[in-house]
Structures are given as structure tokens and as C-alpha cells.
């Protein structure tokens, strides 16, 4: 059976308020973020993964880690991540929770060095959503109905002009969403034109 779009009684919780909230999501504020700068264009939304420690869920270290508080005892590679600071707008988990942390009207740190369409300093214009998972394997169809009810969302309240994989925008140093986002799947649950994805327009 073919995916269809997210049904529209799911998007009004999904919609950010003034401030950049959105309603269905548990808010859990990060220190990291600022401001972007005056006058900028919100308009592309980046999709990422995220596990912690690398391959496991559901642990709750990806929250610690977004508000600075990683306990870096509890597994090794947690030392190599000590002096991090980041965040992402949202956090999708394994069961479709949605989490934000970071008002869609701030900048969060997610992108890094990175480019889109010839556009440096992604994070001045974007909003990131981390998705619980890894480049390994699959995610839940849980997570693509929030992943889609959210982006129908953020494209309803902002000109949002292009979504991206991580990858995309900082090809070489990162991977992220990984072989098996299902791209195909989530264009047709959130319902997404062609010409917002160019890095993966066919033809």
C-alpha cells in the first residue's frame, strides 16, 4: 500500500507558536544556541541521525549531551565528545516522541561547516531535526510519520525552500541520515514537491 500524505488533524499541534515552539513536542531547552542573524530567510530544513553512545537507543544521553550535562563516565567515547557543544532544533526518538530544544526562531549549532546551494553557514537559515538512529539501520515507521507531520508543519509556518540530508550539505565529513533514510517514503508522507529536494531531483 502506497504512502499517503500525513493526515491534516495531526499538523495543528505541529505548528510552531510565535515564539517557535511547537506544540506536540516535549520541550527540553538547550544552552546551545544564538541568535540568526537579522534579516535571515528561514527556509531549509536539515535532517540528521543521532545515537548515544554510537548504535544505542533510548538511553536519554542524547538530551544530556544537547543541554551539557553528558556524563562522560559512562562509556568511553563519551571522553571524545567532552568539549562539544551542540544542539538541533528537534529530536525524533525510536517511538516518534518529539522533542525540541531549541526555539525554531534561534539558531542551533547542528549544521557546522557546511553549504547549501551555494549558501554558507547552514544553521543561520536552517532548522535541524535529529532522528534517533544510525547510519546501519532502519528507522521506525513511527519516526517518519513525526518526521513527515513536522516538516508539513515547519513548511506551513516558514518559506521553507529545500530539505537536505547532512550529508548533503557537508558532504565528506558527515553521513548522516545514512543509506537507509527512506527519502522516497518521507517525500510522500509529507506530501513534498520535487523542487524542494535538489540534491535529489531525478533525472
Not at 499541534?13 to 527540553?28: C, I, Q, Y
Not at 515547519?154 to 537536505?164: C, E, F, K, S
Not at 540530508?165 to 557537508?170: C, E, L, M, N, R
Amino acid at each position: 500500500m502506497a504512502d499517503v500524505p500525513v493526515a491534516a488533524s495531526l499538523l495543528p499541534d505541529f505548528l510552531p507558536d510565535a515564539a517557535g515552539w511547537v506544540p506536540a513536542a516535549r520541550r527540553v531547552p538547550s544552552p546551545n544556541f544564538d541568535a540568526r542573524p537579522d534579516g535571515m530567510p528561514l527556509d531549509v530544513v536539515v535532517i540528521h541521525n543521532i545515537s548515544l553512545p554510537p548504535g544505542q537507543f533510548g538511553t536519554g544521553d542524547i538530551e544530556a549531551f544537547f543541554q551539557n550535562r553528558l556524563d562522560v563516565s559512562r562509556h568511553p567515547f563519551f571522553e571524545t565528545i567532552r568539549e562539544v557543544r551542540v544542539s538541533a532544533h528537534f529530536l525524533i526518538t525510536r517511538e516518534g516522541e518529539l522533542v525540541q530544544f531549541v526555539a525554531c526562531t534561534q539558531r542551533a549549532w547542528h549544521a557546522g561547516q557546511s553549504e547549501y546551494c551555494g549558501r554558507q553557514r547552514c544553521n543561520d537559515f536552517s532548522i535541524g531535526i535529529e532522528i534517533e538512529g544510525a547510519d546501519d539501520q532502519p528507522f521506525t515507521p513511527a519516526q517518519y510519520t513525526t518526521a513527515a507531520a513536522l516538516v508539513t508543519a515547519l513548511r506551513a509556518a516558514y518559506p521553507i525552500q529545500g530539505v537536505a540530508g547532512h550529508s548533503d550539505i557537508a558532504p565528506g565529513r558527515k553521513t548522516d541520515p545514512g543509506p537507509h533514510f527512506d527519502w522516497p517514503r518521507f517525500v510522500a508522507l509529507a506530501g513534498l514537491p520535487a523542487g524542494l529536494l535538489p540534491y535529489r531531483r531525478e533525472g
